[in-house]
């Protein structure tokens, strides 16, 4: 049980938190901001907007989670420097509200050595294309559904699949993840289904499968396209009759556990090409998420960023705190082909190397820069518009084409574009 304290005079913001936080933390109300520094002992966390003056040394002892309205914007960049935990946008969704206090709640139970389990990220994002990815992965949770996750390698499939566990009834259940294309056809329905004793050469005991394993939670099943006609045919009876036998067993085996599949390939080609059973994909393909690539969400690369400097602070003890405007340039122009986990990878990096607070361009990859040097010299001024094209769909992608000319300054966009950063934000939202 956490103990959070509400730091607002917000009525409406007050009633708003109150309904999203879960019932089981004790929660405090407060519209003082002088009650902050009698309270310090007595609180895990805060939640605050604006409209309360937060001393600074609150900051170094309580994650602090502040709330804003989209016309407030101008003041993140100095609430991060401050020191501030998370930031929310309103209005406020329960899922934000329940990942913002899982993030904190996690940084406080660092008094042990943090697993890998323990500070596990959940996906970072406030793009349109990744708000329907998170609205339509809280409405399934719950189900039994089986789901397929479709994305290119590196855009964080296992961790949807993950999150989807987390906030489903099976929760408490294994999560058992497979990665099909990491295993031999002659090794795949040993991993899956287990074998008996004496099944073949050297099976001196009976082995349970990831099946067996994961019975009542979730099997993740990457590269699923990968798998074998043989282990295709089994997977598929386990889908229609939730039984299976081992490997050189007659007994049959009944089991209950949720299906989550992936693959950074187009299944319905594979399936056009006789490397997929059709029935399988129809199976599989109840519930799909398509993960956008990380170029097509653009404006969540400072929210990435400023996520993954908080992680690797704490895994190699830095304290970095921010990160220039002209290396944050370079990684809004960068294609990454690599995705999340490319972005993931060059911020570890630029962590480890930097030698102050800040992150500048010197720390990031060679080759990121030198793309980011070329284009600034090679890019002409305007953008490709195609005949056919919605004005909404023009203005959205003049907006992104201006955020990433200005490394993700909404208000320098804002001043070039002549319009508001409400506006900025709505557009994208849309």
């Avoid at 409405?139 to 906030?167: D, F, M, N, P």
């Amino acid at each position: 049980m956490a103990r959070i304290l509400i730091a607002s005079s917000d009525k409406s913001l007050i009633r708003e938190l109150c309904e999203l936080l879960p019932d089981e933390h004790s929660v405090t109300i407060t519209g003082d901001s002088s009650f902050l520094r009698r309270s310090l002992e007595k609180v895990d966390l805060i939640f605050a907007d604006p409209s309360i003056s937060i001393p600074a040394e609150v900051f170094k002892d309580v994650p602090i989670i502040l709330i804003v309205e989209p016309q407030q914007e101008d003041l993140i960049g100095r609430m991060i420097d401050m020191g501030v935990w998370d930031i929310l946008v309103r209005p406020l969704r329960r899922w934000q509200v329940k990942l913002a206090l899982g993030r904190s709640l996690r940084y406080l139970d660092l008094t042990f050595k943090p697993s890998k389990e323990e500070i596990e990220e959940f996906i970072v994002g406030q793009s349109p294309c990744m708000l329907e990815v998170f609205d339509l992965a809280n409405r399934i949770a719950s189900s039994k559904a089986t789901v397929l996750i479709q994305g290119e390698t590196g855009t964080g499939k296992e961790i949807l699949a993950r999150y989807i566990h987390r906030i489903s009834p099976r929760r408490d259940k294994p999560f058992i993840p497979v990665n099909c294309g990491a295993l031999p056809d002659t090794l795949i329905e040993d991993e899956l289904f287990g074998h008996e004793r004496g099944a073949y050469t050297d099976a001196y005991s009976e082995r349970k499968g990831k099946f067996e394993l994961a019975d009542g939670g979730t099997l993740f099943l990457d590269e699923i396209t990968t798998l074998s006609f043989s282990a295709q045919v089994k997977l598929l009876r386990v889908l229609q009759e939730g039984e299976f036998e081992r490997i050189g067993g007659t007994r049959t085996i009944k089991v209950d556990v949720r299906i989550i599949a992936a693959t950074n390939e187009d299944v319905k080609l594979s399936v056009q090409e006789g490397r997929f059973r059709e029935d399988l994909f129809y199976r599989l393909n109840v519930v799909t998420i398509d993960l956008p690539p990380l170029r097509e969400r653009r404006e969540d690369i400072p929210l990435l960023v400023e996520h993954f400097i908080r992680k690797h602070n704490l895994r190699h003890e830095k304290e970095v705190r921010s990160i220039s405007d002209e290396a944050m340039r370079a990684l809004m122009s960068y294609n990454w082909p690599g995705n999340v986990r490319e972005l993931e990878n060059a911020i570890e990096r630029a962590v480890i190397l930097s030698e102050g607070k800040r992150i500048g361009i010197e720390n990031l990859p060679a080759w990121i820069v030198g793309e980011w040097e070329r284009s600034d010299k090679t890019e002409q001024e305007g953008i490709f518009i195609p005949f056919g094209m919605k004005i909404e769909d023009v203005e959205r992608k003049l907006i992104l084409e201006t955020l990433r000319k200005v490394g993700g300054d909404k208000t320098k966009a804002a001043r070039i574009l002549g319009i508001s950063r409400r506006t900025i934000y709505r557009k994208l939202q849309g």
